[in-house]
């Protein structure tokens, strides 16, 4: 279990449509703004939250993205798989492919941490992301950057 540049990014902005539920949609724009990612790459990881029913767009002035449930509904596995393209069927075979005993050990390790991991993911949801990030969100807007748990003292 790999977490990518893109999961990275798109759970910063789903974090970031989180933190702002309740105004309103927003717009790529805005976050890719805040957060200081590129529109165009914002555009594709939002085409792909769009099609796994993560986002919902609001067309027209005033429009924009918002979370397409709550933010309790959606988990941290739901956003990655989505922008990394996983479906369960991959997934699965993905875990499939590490045989324990097949290749000793050290392997056999890495698969059971892989599959604890995603599992924790799995568990974790938006909101408990969210509320865990609450100092960094709550900074002001010229300064605020969602940075993801355990990368604050990298990013500061």
Partial sequence: MRVSTKSRHAITAM??????SGRGPMTLSDIAQV??????????LFSRLRKHGLVSGVRGPGGGYCLATHPSEINMAQIMDAVDDRSPAERERFFASYRRGARGEAHDMWHDFSQK?????????????VRAQAPTLSAPASVRRVVPMGMASQAA
């Fill in 35 to 44: 957060q200081g990612m590129s529109l165009s790459y914002l555009e594709q």
């Fill in 117 to 129: 991991l995603y599992g924790f993911l799995a568990d974790m949801s938006l909101e408990d992301f």
């Fill in 15 to 20: 974090m970031h449509l989180a933190a702002h």
